[in-house]
């Protein structure tokens, strides 16, 4: 496996796997768990070669988040890379991503603008930056993300659509299902900020999740089965809850009733020093 963190060896390592076959790439912050090795394991399934990225964006975090404390562990997650048969990391540094004079910016409107776009304003901009100029760099045939951040997904293969990226194309970016732990909570690498007392908690966001897409399903009415589960996990040790939505899968319009077009819950809420999200699928129509 190669660790690479300059432009040049890049291109030049991309192109020679590159000839022996497909190319997928994973994008990540880094701080991996089970599942990032998901998605690892997914794009070997699919691809000849896997390269991971490991990059700490500073654009998609804001002025109050937490870039300094985001948990940066190259060397081990390195280690665990090489384990999965990974082909290439590429691990740039700030000044490698973002030169001297830098000044370019990719704006994805409609689906950045709700959900985590609202309470976090520029991160999806931030997001959409990043991931173009990571298959810019890698070129790969395939990508592969979470279905956990499914709004960063939704963004993600609209850029790639809207821009006729080709490298990889839109179609080619595959979500994949969210690992949860043995308790529902999905995993993050910001689940490590919790005290034992705090994830303990936690758990009551899937399973709240779990108990309005069924009522939901059985034809509850949809705004006072999002209230009730907003006043649900704030009863149940949460801080504050960002937003509790039902929107369309793929346009992230809000939905006030199911329509027989697949539809999500998306759930953002803050619990101690972390802000979790997940998202679920809902089915049906009523």
């Known amino acids: 496996m ?7 060896p890049l291109r030049n390592a991309v192109e020679t796997l590159r000839a022996d076959g497909e190319l997928a790439l994973v994008p990540t912050m880094g ?17 000849a070669h896997v390269a991971v990225s490991i990059f700490v964006n500073p654009r998609q975090f804001g002025a109050n988040e937490d870039l300094d404390a985001y948990p940066r562990r190259l060397e081990r997650d390195c280690a665990m890379l090489e384990g999965e048969g990974v082909s290439l990391v590429w691990a740039p540094s700030v000044e490698v991503m973002y030169p001297e004079g830098y000044a370019t910016n990719i704006s994805v409107s409609g689906v950045s603008e709700g959900l985590c776009g609202a309470s976090r304003p520029g991160h999806f901009d931030g997001v959409a930056t990043v991931v173009c100029k990571l298959f810019n760099q890698v070129r790969p045939d395939l990508a592969f993300f979470g279905e956990k ?36 909570l999905a995993m ?11 994830r303990a908690k936690a758990a009551a966001l899937p399973q709240a999740m779990h108990e309005a897409i069924g009522k939901i399903e059985g034809g509850s009415e949809v705004a006072a089965t999002l209230g009730h589960l907003a006043l649900e996990l704030l009863d149940r040790g949460f801080a504050s809850v960002d937003y509790v939505e039902l929107c369309d899968a793929s ?36």
Do not use: C
């Not at 190669?2 to 040049?8: K, R, V």
């Not at 006729?164 to 690992?179: E, M, Q, S, W």
């Not at 993050?188 to 705090?198: G, T």
């Not at 697949?262 to 679920?280: K, Q």
């Open 31 to 47: 701080a991996l768990h089970e599942g990032h090795l998901t998605l690892v394991r997914e794009a070997k399934a699919r691809a």
């Open 149 to 184: 951040d499914w709004q960063q997904l939704a963004v993600i293969r609209r850029m790639a659509r809207d821009l006729d990226l080709v490298r990889p194309h839109a179609d080619r970016i595959f979500g994949v299902p969210t690992v949860r732990e043995a308790d529902g």
């Open 2 to 8: 190669q660790t690479i963190q300059s432009l040049d």
């Open 251 to 286: 346009s992230l319009e809000p939905m006030s009733a199911l329509t027989g077009k697949p539809a999500r819950l998306l759930v953002a809420a803050r619990i101690g020093p972390a802000r979790l999200i997940d998202n679920m699928a809902v089915n049906g129509a009523h």
């Open 188 to 198: 993050s690498s910001r689940n490590a900020y919790l005290s034992p007392n705090e």
